[in-house]
């Protein structure tokens, strides 16, 4: 079965410093990896998909994601964190083996401290 | 564009009782699942709609159903509630069955008491 795993449950970083969210994938074929945020009481908001091609891929707000094929991971990064980036960060895989379900990982809290 | 709409936001059953979620796609797309977020966890995937037949279920009871209308958008029932159906149930839309993102409503919150 496909899964993820967000080893930090908890990641704290000064505004203006750059963020670094870790993701790790265990995944039969090829993986489709996504990123999305979820801000309190709201639903979750995509941020950035790998499905082929550049192992650096760009999403919004300045978020960008490395997929690393040989340390099975794909960690979420942004050059200078802001305040406003606080939020529950959650990476999934789409699990091809059923269908296009998404399987999340428990999620990551990300605190920004001014 | 209007994105994926969900209603009610909030709701409030007591055990045994039955609920109606409502979810609205985005516009454009065809497909939608619906997920279950208990607290301080990671989205679950109920089951998906695709012309108007449910196409994929996980690990639910049949106590969970759903429906999709000619006009793509869905229902999700849960009959028979109790303490643990309390969690935020999350409609995401999405264009067919393939790769295509999956995009989120906002959410309804259930509280069973």
């Known amino acids: 079965a496909q899964s993820v795993a967000q080893p930090e449950d908890q990641v704290n970083v000064a505004e203006g410093n750059p963020l670094t969210v870790k993701c790790t994938y265990s995944?039969?074929?090829?993986?489709?990896l996504f990123w999305y945020v979820q801000y309190p009481n709201r639903g979750l908001q995509f941020l950035l998909k790998y499905i082929t091609g550049d192992n650096l891929v760009k999403g919004s707000y300045g978020f960008e994601a490395e997929f690393n094929k040989s340390q099975t991971s794909f960690h979420l990064k942004k050059p200078s964190a802001l305040v406003s980036d606080s939020a529950l960060y959650f990476c999934a895989v789409r699990d091809m083996e059923y269908g296009n379900k998404l399987v999340f990982g428990a999620g990551t809290i990300l605190r920004v401290k001014s | 564009d209007a994105g994926v709409t969900q209603s009610p936001t909030h709701l409030i059953k007591t055990r045994g009782q039955q609920v109606t979620l409502r979810c609205s796609p985005k516009s454009g797309h065809d497909t939608v699942s619906w997920y279950q977020q208990a607290l301080g966890q990671g989205p679950q995937f109920i089951f998906q709609y695709y012309e108007e037949e449910e196409r994929q279920r996980g690990n639910f009871p049949d106590r969970f159903s759903g429906h999709q209308f000619p006009n793509y958008s869905s229902e999700l029932n849960v009959n028979a509630l109790w303490l643990g159906d309390s969690a935020l149930y999350l409609c995401?839309?999405?264009?067919?069955?393939?790769?295509?993102?999956?995009?989120f409503g906002p959410g309804t919150r259930l509280t069973v008491l």
């Open positions: 995401a839309s999405s264009q067919g069955t393939g790769t295509d993102t999956q995009y």
């Open positions: 995944v039969s074929g090829n993986p489709y």
